[in-house]
Structures are given as structure tokens and as C-alpha cells.
């Protein structure tokens, strides 16, 4: 079957970095998004990657090891808005879009 | 960035009732469009693929006369549930897929919060 993990809940304090891992089993894969959803809102798009290695966007940042079925999403310097749920989604060989159940980050002063 | 709009963004209705739902692309074609729907702290699971000008692609256990997909233009895609019962309450979100290829990024819009009474 099709499997994406991530971690249920994170903490972290705000100016700190936090990392948020993804692993995933799917059958292919042909790209990897994060998503970052605040409580009642509908996803916002933050990152893609399909080649191995680190994109960089601001203060958030996404690495994929396609080798090991892995990805993370550093952020840093991080704020009080950044408190939300972090989605992984990966696209099979069907390009078919699986989700992660998300990663629920909170963000203590 | 691409934005997608969705109305209404919140609607309370009576058992029986159909509501309709818009997924609009402003500034960009699309060509696909997705329905998802998320139940209170649960991942969103996608309901239908709507392709212009063709019928909607119903994933497995969505009924596809309980909720009509209608996708007329490159910008304009819409979601009828029909008699809506309680258990139909839930959050209802749009995706738009911006360019040709299928791997190209979905843009969402904000959702609309249904209740049915």
C-alpha cells in the first residue's frame, strides 16, 4: 500500500529551527509538496521538490532523498505565525497526490 | 502565485437541501480542478478530479449523484451537494492544477464550512 508519515505534533520556540520529516512508500513517485495549513483554512502551497537535494524559499527550506523515500521541511527564525499544520504530499506514478495526515507544529514564546 | 477562489466560504442549511459550491481560478487556466473535503483535525481526502468539459472522476465510496461536479470552463468548476443530511457537514476545499502537466502544483482555495441541520 501507499504510505506517507510524519509526526503527529511538534513543539518548538519562536527564533528557533525547527525540522519537520516526511517519509513515504509509494508506487513511483514523481514529486514531493508541502503544504502549510492554519486551524480552518485551506492549504497554502510552500514547497516542491523532484530532484534530490535542498530548496531554499526564505526562511523555509525542503530536502528530498528520493534514495531513502525521505523528505524534511527546515524552518527557521521561527514566529508565532508559523504556529499550524504542515502537510507532506507526495505524487505516485498515476500522479495521483497522496497526503501525509500533516504535522501539527505549535510555536511557544 | 496563482489564486483560486471558493464561494461561499461558509453556509448552514437544512436537511434536504442542496447547497452549491464555486471553485473559480483567477488568473490562470485550469484545466483540472479537485474537490477535497477535511473533517475536523483529519488530512484532506480528495472527493473528485474534475477535467473541463468532461465528467468528473469520482474516487472510491464518494457518491456521484450525491455530489455533482459540474467543471463548464478553464476557470469555473462547481460542487452541488445534493439533499444534504448532518453527516454531510464538513470543510470543502478546491484545488486548481495550473499548467499541462500532471505533476505541476495544485493552488487551493479557502474552503467552505458546510453545516447541515
Known amino acids: 500500500g501507499q504510505n506517507i508519515d510524519q509526526p503527529t505534533e511538534m513543539t518548538a520556540t519562536e527564533g528557533a529551527i525547527v525540522q519537520i520529516n516526511c517519509t513515504y512508500q509509494?508506487?513511483?513517485?514523481?514529486?514531493l509538496f508541502w503544504y502549510q495549513q492554519h486551524a480552518g483554512e485551506a492549504p497554502t502551497f510552500l514547497s516542491y521538490n523532484v530532484l534530490d537535494g535542498l530548496e531554499e524559499k526564505g526562511r523555509f527550506s525542503s530536502f528530498l532523498s528520493r534514495s531513502k523515500g525521505y523528505s524534511y521541511l527546515l524552518l527557521k527564525e521561527l514566529q508565532m505565525k508559523d504556529s499550524a499544520s504542515y502537510l507532506c504530499?507526495?505524487?505516485?506514478?498515476?500522479?495521483?497526490?497522496?497526503w501525509g495526515a500533516g504535522t501539527k507544529l505549535i510555536i511557544k514564546p | 502565485g496563482a489564486v483560486v477562489s471558493q464561494h461561499p466560504s461558509w453556509v448552514i442549511c437544512k436537511s434536504g437541501t442542496s447547497v452549491k459550491i464555486e471553485c473559480r481560478s483567477l488568473d490562470f487556466q485550469a484545466t483540472t480542478m479537485f474537490w477535497y473535503r477535511q473533517f475536523p483535525k483529519q488530512s484532506l481526502m480528495l472527493m473528485a478530479t474534475s477535467n473541463e468539459g468532461s465528467k468528473a472522476t469520482y474516487e472510491q465510496g464518494v457518491e456521484k449523484d450525491k455530489f455533482l461536479i459540474n467543471h463548464a470552463s478553464l476557470t469555473l468548476s462547481t460542487l452541488t451537494v445534493t439533499s444534504a443530511h448532518p453527516e454531510d457537514s464538513s470543510f470543502y476545499i478546491c484545488?486548481?492544477?495550473?499548467?499541462?502537466?500532471?505533476?505541476?502544483?495544485?493552488?487551493f482555495g479557502p474552503g467552505t464550512r458546510l453545516t447541515v441541520l
Open positions: 509509494t508506487s513511483g513517485f514523481n514529486g
Open positions: 504530499a507526495v505524487t505516485d506514478s498515476n500522479y495521483q497526490l497522496i
Open positions: 484545488s486548481a492544477r495550473e499548467g499541462q502537466g500532471d505533476a505541476d502544483t495544485q493552488y
